[in-house]
């Protein structure tokens, strides 16, 4: 599938909620992940090598965010990057009237 036809497929407020996701948990795209990678080879030689305490893997990771946000910060951020994307707000009765 093509860019075009993905952005055809996509709307505006699915863009922004992965972007959204994206930001919270890393790369979505694993290629990008090296960091995990580098992390389990990081740990195990320092383990290997007699570390004091047992290192982790996320020891040796970037932090991706610094504290869980609320609910209602993790919406404004994805209000803010929809309009930024010139996205738009569409309220949809749950009752279907």
């Given at each position: 599938m093509t860019v075009r036809e993905l952005l055809a497929r996509t709307t505006s407020r699915e863009l922004t909620e992965w972007q959204a996701?994206?930001?919270v948990t890393g790369?979505?795209?694993?290629?990008?992940?090296?960091?995990?990678?580098?992390?389990?080879v990081a740990a195990t030689i320092a383990n290997s090598n007699g570390a004091?305490?047992?290192?982790?893997p996320s020891d040796f990771m970037p932090v991706w965010f610094k504290?869980?946000?609320t609910p209602d910060e993790v919406w404004a951020?994805?209000?803010?990057?929809?309009?930024?994307?010139?996205?738009?707000v569409t309220q949809h009765d749950p009752e279907g009237g």
């Open positions: 996701f994206e930001r790369p979505l795209d694993l290629r990008l992940r090296g960091d995990i990678a580098v992390g389990i004091k305490k047992k290192a982790k504290r869980r946000k951020e994805v209000m803010k990057a929809n309009a930024a994307l010139g996205g738009t």
